[in-house]
């Protein structure tokens, strides 16, 4: 019998399995080869139904392989900067190369990406880009791996792995005509030219009606007037109707603590203590990583160790 202890985090079971052994295949590593799922996918910590789920892949997404199990039923991949095996069987080989970044053409994230402050995982995390973004590469790295975007008035880059081709063609903001108003859909820096080298010279809040007087060539900028003063915004962030503010869901998932458990400011035992959450207290989880829960426990909200919540 194994003995498999659970912990459910996020509608997500992760757990520690004892016990099994496998064997990989040297000769069939398909190190950096890049596959597509082509169905609704779970990802275990082995090469067999055996072992633990740890999630699943949306149909579309696209993984870099490491090794296949010695049977070659299962690959190891690498997604969100973990290791883990999927079922071969539903894997499709991508075709196309990332080298081959249509600067013009608008993407779609297949699942949440961390946008970085450079083209590696080297560079620092901005912001989180949600799964199913639509985008706009600006330009791409020497190695086709990593692309350059702007997300909600912030420039970083994004893995290439993680983004699908939805249009050869941008979509076009409508041309403006008199009397017609954009709003902003964002909030957005105005600066002195049509790009995002060219410097801040101020910057308008979401849903803010302007005045569009020109669009640069491919119509990827707006120049507009607000507030008596020219510059030049980021014309996939106009609309020409007043949008109210999106209401986000509060989404979470309930858990409750196995021991007496400190939470902290951060996701580390470097962080100090916020408070100390009795043993099996009901608490709020809102997302997990590296074996931390960022939790909410009254009107605290603070990070504790996963460990110890059920």
Do not use: H
Not at 53 to 71: N, R
Not at 228 to 242: D, E, H, I, P, R
């Amino acid at each position: 019998m194994k003995s498999i202890d659970k912990v459910i985090l996020g509608g997500v079971v992760v757990a520690s399995t004892i016990g099994i052994n496998y064997n990989i295949a040297s000769a069939d590593i398909v190190s950096q080869e890049i596959y597509t799922t082509t169905n609704r996918l779970n990802m275990r910590k082995g090469p067999s139904t055996d072992y633990t789920l740890v999630g699943t892949l949306d149909k579309g997404v696209k993984v870099k392989a490491i090794e296949k199990s010695s049977d070659g039923k299962w690959l190891k991949i690498n997604y969100n900067s973990q290791n883990v095996w999927v079922n071969f069987a539903y894997l499709q080989k991508d075709k196309s190369s990332n080298n081959d970044i249509k600067l013009d053409s608008q993407y779609e994230t297949t699942a949440n990406v961390n946008m970085r402050k450079g083209p590696s995982t080297d560079y620092t995390k901005i912001i989180i880009v949600p799964a199913q973004t639509k985008i706009t590469p600006i330009k791409s790295s020497s190695d086709g791996k990593w692309v350059q975007i702007n997300y909600k008035n912030v420039t970083g880059w994004i893995s290439a792995q993680y983004i699908k081709i939805v249009s050869t063609t941008p979509t076009e903001p409508e041309k403006p005509i008199t009397g017609k108003d954009y709003y902003t859909t964002a909030n957005l820096n105005v600066r002195d030219g049509a790009s995002t080298t060219s410097s801040k010279i101020g910057k308008i809040p979401n849903g803010t009606k302007v005045s569009v007087v020109d669009f640069n060539s491919n119509k990827t900028w707006a120049k507009v007037v607000y507030n008596n003063k020219t510059g030049w915004v980021s014309a996939q962030y106009l609309s020409t109707k007043s949008q109210e503010p999106e209401q986000k869901e509060d989404t979470y998932w309930t858990g409750t603590t196995t021991q007496n458990l400190n939470m902290r400011k951060g996701p580390s035992t470097d962080y100090s203590i916020i408070i100390t959450i009795p043993k099996n207290s009901d608490v709020k989880i809102y997302e997990t990583k590296s074996g931390w829960a960022k939790i909410k426990y009254k009107s605290y909200e603070g990070y504790c160790s996963a460990s110890f919540i059920k």
